[in-house]
Each structure stands twice: as C-alpha cells, then as structure tokens.
C-alpha cells in the first residue's frame, strides 16, 4: 500500500495546523482549544486562495453565529426549541448575507455558546472568547496553508500535459497501424488536467515565480483539441485513414526527432482525415514545446 496516496500534503498541513493550534490553546490566547481547533480544521482547503477565501467567510460565520448566540442567550428560555429558533435563524442570516458555505461554523459557535454558558458566565464575555478562540484556529489555518509547502500545481500540470503529449503520441502510432483507438483514458486525463488547472489559476497571485497564463491556456486548449480531433478520427471508415509510406515515415522521422519540426503529409491521403491528423501532430509540436518551456521555468539554469 502506498501511503502516499492516502496521506497527501494538505492532511499533513492539517494535522500541523491542528497541533500549533493546540499548543496556543496553553497560551493565555485561547480560552478553549477545542473550538480554536474546530476553526483550523474548517479553514484548511486544497487552494491557498479557497484557504484565503473559506477564512474570511468562516471568520464572518464565527462573529455572526456569536452575535445570535449571544441575543438568545438574553432569553434565559432553557427548552430544546430555542436552541433550534437560534440555529434557524443563524442559517436564515448566513444565507442573507451571502455566506452559506459558514452555515456549519456559525452554528456551531451558537450552539456551543446556547449549550456552553452557565448561569455564573457573562452572555457578553462567552461569546467573545468564542469568537475569539474560533477565530485565532482559523487564522492559524490559513498561515499554515500559506507559509507550508503551498501545493506546486505548475509542476503537476507539466507532469499532466506531458502524459497526455505521450499519450497523443501512442494514439498516432496506433493510426498508423489501423489499431482500433481507445481515447477514454485521454478523457480521464483531461478531467484531471482541468482540475489541476483550475487550482493553479486561483492560487496565480499567490506563486512567486508565475508562467505565463496565456501561454499555458493554449496548451490546455491543445489537448482538448487533441481529443476532438481523436475521437472525429476513430469514426472514420479503415479505407479513409490510409496513409502512403512516405507519410508515415514522414511521421515516424517527427517523432524520431522529439516532435521539433513539423510535419508535411503528401498526396494521396483522404482530406478529411489529413485534417485531423495534421491538427494532431501540430498540437503535439506545441505541447513538446511547452513542457520544455515549464521545466526551465521551474528548473532555472544556474549561472
């Protein structure tokens, strides 16, 4: 069993989270570690800007469900039904206010305040240190995801685009020999490619180094055109994908020479599917070029 592929980084990050957390709740800064905890664990997301963001509307959700805590506990009503008033209410204004993803920690820290606070606590100075203590773990949780070992998307997108480069090319190959093409494992890697690159783009202005966005959107936009284009090729008939042997080892030569040049098919060979295939080859060109782009960028030369 690889453990790896059970405990990734932002598991590790929260437990690290968790732990510096705990030990501030030692300190005369948190009054209950228990709800500075909850917090960090609410504010560890797989982005440093989701992080960013679920912070802030978590930290909104902690001073609201404390406000509502704190009225209700005025009522002095002990019954089941008011803390389930209080807890409608909470969500009634968290999704008022536009802040619907904070709905479960703004009921927690008015539940934790309605059932917390004893008749000898102050309604006013329970609420406080539980917004307080909600507020600082979820602070924490933000820094550390921040400050450790922030995710390297750009990295994992070159690994991504370089895969799907490979695997274009074995799909060529497989035209060249009429085998029967399977691009469903090239429509998984897209999905993946997509949710890489969906994280890359909302951590952007977090990255020291970025690349280009321009360019790195081309080369998303190739491998969805390498899909079409593969998928339009396996529909057509055997008789129409036959390529003379000049152009195949026309292809052949490209692929010797690590897809540098383009490449230039001949007559005969049916339009439709010189089309695709041509657009193939070229998008290939392109993410050969890109890879070689975003390792330099995330491997400078020393000089």
Not at 82 to 88: N, P
Not at 221 to 231: E, L, M, N
């Given at each position: 069993?690889?453990?790896?592929?059970?405990?990734?980084?932002?598991?590790?990050?929260?437990?690290?989270?968790?732990?510096?957390?705990?030990?501030?709740?030692?300190?005369?800064?948190?009054?209950?570690?228990?709800?500075?905890?909850?917090?960090?664990?609410?504010?560890?997301?797989?982005?440093?800007?989701?992080?960013?963001?679920?912070?802030?509307?978590?930290?909104?959700?902690?001073?609201?469900?404390?406000?509502?805590?704190?009225?209700f506990?005025?009522?002095?009503?002990?019954?089941?039904?008011?803390?389930?008033?209080?807890?409608?209410?909470?969500?009634?204004?968290?999704?008022?206010?536009?802040?619907?993803?904070?709905?479960?920690?703004?009921?927690?820290?008015?539940?934790?305040?309605?059932?917390?606070?004893?008749?000898?606590?102050?309604?006013?100075?329970?609420?406080?240190?539980?917004?307080?203590?909600?507020?600082?773990?979820?602070?924490?949780?933000?820094?550390?995801?921040?400050?450790?070992a922030?995710?390297?998307?750009l990295?994992?997108?070159?690994?991504?685009?370089?895969?799907?480069?490979?695997?274009?090319?074995?799909?060529?190959?497989?035209?060249?020999?009429?085998?029967?093409?399977?691009?469903?494992?090239?429509?998984?890697e897209?999905?993946?490619?997509?949710?890489?690159?969906?994280?890359?783009?909302?951590?952007?202005?977090?990255?020291?180094?970025?690349?280009?966005?321009?360019?790195?959107?081309?080369?998303?936009?190739?491998?969805?055109?390498?899909?079409?284009?593969?998928?339009?090729?396996?529909?057509?008939?055997?008789?129409?994908?036959?390529?003379?042997?000049?152009?195949?080892m026309?292809?052949?030569e490209?692929?010797?020479?690590?897809?540098?040049?383009?490449?230039?098919?001949?007559?005969?060979?049916?339009?439709?599917?010189?089309?695709?295939?041509?657009?193939?080859?070229?998008?290939?060109?392109?993410?050969?070029?890109?890879v070689?782009?975003?390792?330099?960028?995330?491997?400078?030369?020393?000089?």
């Amino acid at each position: 069993m690889d453990i790896k592929q059970h405990v990734g980084m932002r598991t590790l990050k929260t437990g690290i989270a968790v732990v510096i957390t705990a030990c501030l709740g030692n300190t005369f800064l948190i009054s209950n570690p228990f709800y500075a905890v909850i917090g960090t664990v609410f504010a560890m997301q797989n982005t440093v800007k989701s992080s960013f963001v679920a912070g802030k509307n978590r930290l909104l959700g902690t001073v609201l469900g404390a406000i509502i805590g704190y009225l209700f506990a005025l009522i002095h009503f002990d019954h089941p039904l008011h803390l389930g008033l209080a807890v409608i209410v909470t969500i009634i204004c968290c999704n008022a206010l536009k802040i619907s993803s904070s709905i479960i920690i703004a009921a927690t820290v008015c539940i934790s305040i309605l059932m917390g606070i004893t008749a000898d606590q102050n309604p006013l100075i329970y609420s406080l240190l539980r917004t307080t203590d909600t507020s600082i773990g979820i602070i924490v949780g933000i820094l550390v995801n921040y400050f450790i070992a922030q995710p390297n998307y750009l990295g994992r997108l070159t690994d991504e685009i370089e895969k799907i480069e490979q695997m274009t090319i074995e799909l060529v190959k497989n035209i060249l020999i009429h085998q029967d093409l399977n691009i469903s494992p090239l429509n998984s890697e897209l999905s993946r490619l997509n949710a890489l690159y969906h994280n890359y783009c909302a951590d952007t202005k977090f990255h020291k180094n970025p690349v280009s966005s321009k360019k790195l959107k081309k080369s998303i936009d190739a491998c969805h055109d390498i899909y079409f284009h593969a998928k339009c090729i396996a529909k057509l008939e055997l008789e129409q994908t036959e390529m003379t042997f000049d152009n195949k080892m026309e292809i052949i030569e490209f692929f010797n020479q690590g897809c540098q040049e383009k490449v230039k098919l001949r007559e005969p060979i049916h339009p439709i599917f010189e089309y695709h295939i041509h657009k193939m080859l070229d998008q290939i060109y392109l993410l050969t070029s890109t890879v070689e782009d975003l390792t330099e960028h995330l491997n400078p030369t020393q000089e």
